[in-house]
């Protein structure tokens, strides 16, 4: 072996050894070839095709982010106090694997109550996380290692992602009636339906609130009959609530599907983010819980979803979480915040309002009764195609409109295009 | 019917600790459900800061301390963070994380003017830390070579193990450190090496080997690369402490140069935590050399595809930390400063710890405390001379023997010296 790697070392100098393959049945470059492009991102694509566009006239509603009444991104005033209060201060040492517990601590009051008794008896086995989606997905790969036999029941249609985050968690997934296209509203009947005749103990992933895409939610009479049914079913209830606060102005009344849920007796998980309410998106700040049904149950279950997380990046990011707790350990900064949510929040109601009004005004058939950060309009891929080549409006091809992109500015541009390529519907 | 009827029962306050009618109780999910063991690294910690006394020594803690056992937040870190604070939008970024500190994290480990660089070559996205860069690679891995298993020296860093295992790639060994000398195992390695199937994936730490501080010197790395080339493996390097383990990044990086120049097609696993001091921010990248560029955005695409599910997009913070040093010549010049600073302090205490323990007139030989590199020291202590050092010392490391020398400074190296002969001069 060391004469075999003399000769190699002799000849050629080793800069050109860089572009040849050596003996043997494989060349150092064929690592790869077998590697295909990924397929586009549905959402990524649209904001990519809007920036490359030179109109004057575009409008980009394919958006996740809110948008302020000029189009701009925002970063809220108690973010930036609690910025400042952390900048050049604090040490950057490593969290635990579970993440900040000051920071755990204020979310959970958030989605369980301030006062929460299970908060009291210490029966949430909770961990911060990376964003949403980084708490569906240690919920998903807990769900995988301790439930290995059961499969996850998504509505229909849901943020794309959530199925990609099952199945890299390689669990079964299966559907649930959730949207209406006739209607525009929620398909209640065919919901209840599919919960009832699931096998009793399917596990479900429920929108606490706004739901997105569609942005249509259940009533809370019609919470408390999903309750009902999950109970006599013995189906396990994982809510996403990614926008609490944001879909009504009030968290509290954001996260009454999820109270219902646990006064009902559920034992849930919960996913939580601080991506829209708070403005982190960057930052990936967010939390999953699990109500268990002792404290004891609690810190094993808790040990078991830090045991997740460790081989997949060893303790979450910081400076998100340090955000979060200054500003809800604060009650003035508290406070504040749940203003400045109220004003997203209502500009976004302002603006489904004035769209609606617009397009009422032009005669235009359709109707509008959603909440929160998205509309499902009801274009079809066609007319979406045409608001896009003619009038230079992105938005995902579902015909989801991002209620955070419109503005005062561009709401009689956006009504009338929507008219234009609608009319003859 | 029968939800009409339990609502009509007792108030719902009552529901909540009562069983309902069926096979299974609503609170039986997780009953299956068994305590994961305790990490073997954080142990050391939480026992550290529940023990009252004022000798106690943390040598276990795998972050660096300055000569006060303080932490640290570097200067240019602390400049950075001003100008980032108060001015910043706060939305995504891509999924493959900041362009800008992908760039800037890529010259440090390619080279400033690497031809792969400007050929476009490398597949690169910015990851959760070294932790984030070694799973995503490993998940990669399995999508796309499944037969695949990845070699892994004896011994490592714990959560490689785990990294691998949860993405259920086959893990084998290969012989590394030799206790006997406290040194490389090199015939043993290569013999590893020459013995693996061809186009076997090896897990290589760039230098600063964790735990045991050994690196193979640039004579053994040419001829490990040698052999890597006439067995086609590929070559994976987890490089967490560059720039830490000499104070030198370039000469850190010498093994990645070696492999790149002989023509391999790498992956590698940076990481800011310890030469930034960025731990918590979880700021780091992964990185795969392919063969031209289009392939670099195919594998560069499904790497994105792998972190979608996982978090989406990387966390922003730590990148616009590094993106703002590395992009202003006087920030990267204090940087380089600062790791200096850092690394020779740390090689300031390996040889205040060796010459304590030979002034004390140990029988045994220290002098791998200097020889070995970067934060750790594998002191060759047994668990139960470790034991001893605790429980009569109040010394804590990890029971492998692994010293911090980022917890040594010059106030506690005396004491530290005194308890290590203590608990060894009859051995």
Redesign the interface.
């Known amino acids: 072996?060391?004469m075999?790697?003399m000769t190699?070392?002799n000849s050629a100098s080793?800069?050109t050894?860089?572009?040849?393959p050596?003996f043997?049945?494989?060349s150092?470059?064929?690592?790869?070839?077998?590697?295909?492009?990924?397929p586009k991102?549905p959402i990524?694509g649209v904001t990519e095709a809007f920036l490359a566009d030179p109109s004057p006239d575009k409008v980009n509603v394919g958006v996740g982010?809110y948008r302020d009444d000029n189009g701009k991104?925002v970063?809220l005033d108690c973010?930036?106090e609690a910025?400042?209060r952390?900048?050049?201060t604090?040490?950057?040492?490593?969290?635990?694997?579970g993440g900040s517990v000051k920071m755990v601590e204020e979310t959970l009051k958030l989605a369980y109550g301030d006062n929460s008794q299970f908060i009291k008896d210490k029966r949430i086995a909770a961990v911060q996380s990376?964003?949403g989606?980084?708490a569906c997905?240690l919920f998903a790969d807990f769900q995988k290692r301790?439930?290995p036999a059961s499969q996850i029941y998504i509505p229909v249609p849901t943020w794309s992602?959530h199925h990609?985050?099952w199945?890299?968690?390689q669990v079964p997934q299966k559907t649930y009636h959730y949207y209406h296209p006739e209607t525009k509203g929620l398909d209640f009947k065919g919901l209840m339906d599919d919960v009832k005749n699931a096998p009793?103990?399917s596990f479900f992933l429920l929108h606490a609130c706004a739901h997105n895409p569609t942005g249509v939610d259940p009533t809370e009479e019609q919470w408390?009959?999903i309750s009902?049914?999950f109970?006599?079913k013995?189906h396990?209830a994982f809510f996403d609530m990614a926008y609490q606060g944001f879909a009504s102005g009030d968290p509290a009344r954001d996260a009454k599907s999820i109270r219902i849920f646990l006064?009902?007796?559920?034992?849930i998980g919960i996913s939580q983010s601080y991506?829209k309410n708070m403005?982190?998106?960057?930052?990936?700040v967010g939390c999953l819980s699990?109500l268990?049904?002792d404290e004891k149950?609690a810190?094993?279950?808790k040990?078991?979803l830090?045991?997740?997380a460790?081989?997949?990046?060893?303790?979450?990011?910081?400076?998100?979480a340090q955000i979060v707790s200054t500003i809800l350990g604060d009650p003035e900064l508290k406070s504040l915040w749940l203003k400045e949510v109220k004003i997203m929040a209502d500009r976004i109601i302002g603006m489904r309002t004035t769209l609606r009004d617009s397009l009422e005004k032009l005669g235009s058939p359709l109707s509008w009764e959603h909440i929160g950060m998205f509309c499902y309009s009801g274009l079809t891929p066609e007319q979406v195609d045409r608001l896009t080549s003619e009038y230079h409006i992105y938005m995902t091809r579902n015909g989801r409109i991002s209620m955070a992109g419109v503005t005062t500015g561009n709401v009689g541009y956006l009504a009338n295009a929507i008219h234009e390529v609608t009319k003859s519907s």
């Open positions: 072996m060391a075999m790697a190699i070392r080793r800069r050894m860089m572009s040849r050596i043997g049945s494989r150092m470059s064929s690592w790869w070839k077998n590697v295909e492009p990924a991102d990524l982010a991104p970063v973010v930036r910025e400042r952390i900048a050049g604090s040490f950057m040492e490593y969290l635990p694997m990376l964003s989606t980084g997905r301790f439930c992602n990609n985050i199945r890299d968690a009793e103990g408390r009959e009902q049914l109970k006599a013995k396990f006064e009902d007796g559920h034992h991506a403005g982190l998106y960057g930052q990936r699990v268990c049904e149950q810190v094993t279950v040990s078991q830090q045991q997740l460790r081989p997949m990046y060893s303790n979450p990011p910081l400076h998100g």
